[in-house]
């Protein structure tokens, strides 16, 4: 049996693994799919104290080796449920099930859909989510990003030294990225962005050949011909497994405040995927230390 359960290996996990084991708590992380998190998806990062630039990937890195180097246990399992047995908790995963003390559920988010027909079978076929991961199949090509906040723009300042040509669609007549970003994609050449036009369908069945665009003020069709589409619209909980032992709000996310607490004790939630105004690598490191000294707190007065 572990002390603590910690479900999700991003900043927030992480920081929460790394305050337990320096209290002395055996800890086991485990992660459904990019040891992390989603801050392994930004090309490059320049707002985290005491890092001037460094992408997502690299800082990541540094999380997982130093929680490690640590002795924290870490697994690849998709977490189904949390079991609460009182003193304990079961965490049933794809796998088995491990016992602990006390668990701290850092799931994140996942990235948004357009819900447009068609969109799951061209992913991977010319729609992708991560201009890192997947940049580089389009080297000298034509792509659009869809969005215009700051996933998008860093998307799009990213795509634009590897692709010919990039474009940004953004449903606002304005984009909503830091006003840094928005300099630097007026500064690329190969950047164009479309204002006030929403992507109304995808063109293709099996291979992204083209994308149709409506435009908000009179609804007006046009057709964009590209090779590859990132969709960068925001990210979404993904939490519902977790209910029974930890309320939700009307939009998904877990219904818990700067405590970090939860309706069940010894059970606790961090990062991205709580209540929260702001969802930076910032705030949820902080929640992820928040989270443990009050599990490490719960697990001492036992």
């Given at each position: ?42 090309p ?12 997502g ?85 034509t ?98 497994n ?24 010894g ?16 705030t ?19």
């Open positions: 049996m572990y002390d603590i359960i910690v479900i999700g290996s991003g900043p927030a996990g992480l920081t929460a693994a790394l305050y337990a084991l320096r209290a002395d708590k055996s800890v086991l992380i485990l992660e459904k799919g990019t040891f992390g998190g989603q801050v392994t998806f930004s490059k990062i320049e707002n985290y104290p005491g890092i001037g630039s460094m992408s990937n690299d800082i990541a890195d540094l999380f997982i080796d130093q929680v490690i180097g640590r002795g924290a246990d870490i697994e690849m399992e998709t977490v189904q449920k949390v079991v609460d047995n009182g003193n304990t908790k079961t965490v049933v995963t794809n796998k088995g099930s491990h016992e602990a003390k006390a668990v701290v559920i850092a799931t994140g988010c996942k990235h948004r859909q357009t819900g447009l027909p068609n969109e799951n079978a061209l992913v991977g076929n010319g729609i992708s989510y991560c201009a890192v991961c997947d940049g580089a199949f389009f080297k000298n090509k792509v659009a990003v869809l969005g215009g906040g700051n996933s998008a723009l860093q998307e799009a300042l990213y795509l634009s030294d590897v692709c010919s040509k990039v474009y940004v669609i953004q449903n606002l007549d304005f984009l909503t990225g830091e006003a840094k970003l928005i300099e630097n994609i007026g500064k690329k050449e190969n950047v164009q962005v479309i204002y006030g036009t929403v992507l109304s369908a995808l063109k293709g069945e099996t291979e992204l050949t083209g994308l149709e665009l409506k435009k908000e003020s009179d609804g007006s069709l046009s057709e964009l011909t590209v090779d590859g589409l990132f969709v960068a619209i925001g990210l979404e909980p993904d939490n519902e977790f209910a029974d032992v930890a309320a939700l709000n009307e939009g998904g996310y877990f219904d818990s405040g700067e405590t970090c607490v939860t309706q069940t004790p059970v606790y939630v961090a990062g991205d995927c709580r209540s929260k105004a702001i969802r930076q690598i910032t949820a490191s902080a929640d992820g230390a928040v989270a443990a000294l009050a599990a490490c707190r719960y697990i001492d007065n036992m």
